[in-house]
């Protein structure tokens, strides 16, 4: 598996290396060839007034075209595409909360990701697309070129195409750079993939309005601000391959001790605590070791989950709900549609701590159950959760290092932004994101953590449902910070 890895990094860093170098040369330009973050600022803003979505909350029972199974209570819509509501009963042994009941999206299609990359005037700038979403706070936010479900660009909805689609359905003459399918939050969906994707093309591409060139510099700067850039834009940069002996000659650290210590982590000839053997025999190890049991139950039959006033809410007044909408929209394929959305309940808290260590910056990440992971578990941030959700479970399920989360000082704090989850499914998903350089001691004795070096998470971001969503979006928000800092 080693050198699957090694061989799979070399495929996609193209020959000789020097797609890493050409990321990083984009990540260097702030200002782009194309926009700078000015004149962008007034075209997001000039967007903004002119596509919207007028999103009305209404009871599950008058969402349109969707209805209940009568005998299981699962919410499903007529054309039998998109996705289910349906009821997941969860067993784990040994885990702080054994057993518990919910609802989940059951979504299998496989949906596409995709960034459109370009050189101009010697530089990568990507395609990216302000769109709105029904569940997001305020307004459009950057998205990726293509972020479509298979019912989408399908055209189950009878909708308009879909932009720049074909350019990532047949890649036979283009470049591809990243491709490779990921999950979606595991306590929420069951099974969900989506294929991320990046692909440069050489030729002219016509800009259809509500898109623009930005340089992977100028969405490192729009990263820091708040709910700027989509979760499918995030996890989509997380992916692209920067692993490159040569990165401190394009991103000149200097005396900066802390991007020094990142793009020594991000030299895949720079050895970490652990080889990339021992990190995948842990990741196994957890696997193996980790009971659990998992069985999709009627919606109807979900103990501590009522539905009531038109919406699925737990008796604990906690977690989520499930929530009717009826959305109007300009901007998108279809101008009209109704769904149900997950209402998540309190704003999440998603950290990794850090610690330089022999000069080389590395990640305490957690080996994480959900749910609906394909693979039982796959590696998380140090800290993943809603703080108030714990206030009705044992203390014993508190998370491990929350504290070191809750303590930390300003000036250990590195980045520290609101971002937005996935606007499509979920209402008004906000975490709090975190990057934290903490004192910790080096040997964390707990099994399911480890300290990872950045390109050894970016070796297993090669390959499917190894590191998790949240964690996806804290990678890219990382390499952020390799350029040093900048005006958003």
């Known amino acids: 598996m080693a050198d699957l890895l090694a061989r799979s990094s070399a495929v996609l860093t193209g020959k000789g290396g020097d797609t890493a170098l050409r990321i990083a040369e984009s990540a260097m330009c702030r200002d782009g060839r194309v926009m700078d973050l000015a004149s962008f600022r007034r075209w997001f803003a000039e967007l903004g007034l002119r596509t919207y979505t007028r999103t009305e909350r209404v009871p599950l029972e008058e969402v349109e075209g969707w209805s209940s199974d009568p005998v299981t209570g699962n919410i499903g819509h007529r054309s039998g595409g998109f996705f289910t509501i349906e009821g997941l009963d969860v067993h784990i042994q040994d885990g ?4 518990w009941s919910q609802p989940i999206i059951n979504q299998p299609e496989v949906g596409i990701l995709g960034i459109l990359v370009k050189e101009f005037d010697g530089v990568l700038h990507c395609l990216m697309q302000a769109k709105v979403e029904p569940g997001n706070c305020d307004g ?66 016509e800009l259809v309005d509500g898109f623009c060139w930005l340089t992977i510099g100028q969405l490192h700067r729009l ?45 895949p000839d720079t050895p970490g605590i652990w080889s990339m053997g021992d990190v995948l025999s842990w990741i196994t190890d957890v696997r193996s070791r980790t009971d659990v049991l998992i069985r999709r139950v009627p919606l109807n039959a979900l103990p501590g989950w009522r539905r009531v006033d038109g919406r699925i809410s737990h008796e604990s007044g906690r977690f989520f709900d499930v929530i009717g909408v009826r959305v109007e929209a300009s901007g998108r394929e279809v101008s009209r549609w109704s769904q149900p959305m997950v209402e998540p309940h309190g704003m999440g808290v998603v950290a990794f701590l850090v610690k330089r260590i022999d000069g080389v910056l590395h990640v305490l990440v957690h080996a994480r159950v959900e749910a609906g992971y ?21 203390r014993s399920a508190r998370p491990r290092f929350i504290g070191e989360v809750e303590r930390a000082e300003p000036g250990q704090i590195r980045y520290d932004a609101v971002l937005s989850e996935e606007g499509g499914r979920f209402y008004h998903a906000r975490n709090r994101y975190l990057i934290i350089e903490t004192d910790l001691d080096t040997h964390v004795e707990h099994p399911d953590y480890r300290w990872l070096t950045v390109h050894q998470l970016g070796d297993l971001l090669r390959h499917s449902h190894y590191v998790n969503i949240q964690a996806r979006s804290l990678i890219a928000c990382l390499h952020s910070l390799s350029a040093g800092p900048g005006p958003a």
């Open 223 to 267: 990263l820091a601000v708040d709910d700027m850039v989509n979760m499918d834009a995030r996890t989509v940069l997380s992916c692209l391959p920067v692993a490159h002996p040569g990165l401190a000659s394009v991103l000149r650290p200097g005396a900066d001790g802390f991007r020094s210590a990142l793009v020594r982590s991000c030299d």
């Open 140 to 205: 459009p936010q950057l998205s990726p070129t293509v972020q479509a479900t298979r019912s989408n660009y399908t055209r189950v909805h009878r909708g308009k195409p879909i932009p720049y689609l074909e350019y990532f359905r047949d890649t036979a003459r283009r470049r591809v750079i990243t491709d490779v399918r990921q999950s979606e939050q595991g306590s929420a969906f069951h099974h969900k993939r989506n294929r991320n994707m990046v692909v440069e093309v050489t030729e002219d591409v």
């Open 374 to 394: 394909v693979d039982v578990v796959e590696l998380a941030p140090t800290v993943q959760c809603t703080p108030e959700n714990y206030e009705v479970l044992p």
């Open 96 to 99: 702080p909360v054994p057993d």
